[in-house]
Nanobody
Framework: QVQLVESGGGLVQPGGSLRLSCAAS?????????MGWYRQAPGKQREVVAT???????GYADSVKGRFTISRDDAKNTVYLQMNSLKPEDTAVYYC?????????WGQGTQVTVSS
């Protein structure tokens, strides 16, 4: 079955940047789905970070607007989250999300830690 796989997480200093990637391990065309990035800190609820509609329109949480950018490369069938000006408050496990008319799909997450 289809699985989502995130990559690109790691440890960065405040003000630094990371780019997360999301790929499908099975047959799935991201351009036909709603895509998104969510994050969850330990003991906290998962929250939406960025979304992308089928037509490519995007939305962002107020806390990341102007710093994060979600994008989709249809040739590579990959969705990215570019994270700039990172803050300690951005520390969380970041999850890729994909939805069609039938199912919701989640990746297993990639850790992002922002610390000096």
């Amino acid at each position: 079955q289809v699985q989502l796989v995130e990559s690109g997480g790691g440890l960065v200093q405040p003000g630094g940047s990371l780019r997360l990637s999301c790929a499908a391990s099975g047959r799935m065309i991201f351009s036909g789905n709603v895509m998104g990035w969510y994050r969850q800190a330990p003991g906290k609820q998962r929250e939406v970070v960025a979304t992308m509609a089928r037509g490519g329109s995007t939305g962002y949480a107020d806390s990341v607007k102007g710093r994060f950018t979600i994008s989709r490369d249809d040739a590579k069938n990959t969705v990215y989250l570019q994270m700039n000006s990172l803050k300690p408050e951005d520390t969380a496990v970041y999850y890729c999300y994909s939805s069609n008319a039938i199912n919701d799909y989640w990746g297993q997450g990639t850790q992002v830690t922002v610390s000096s």
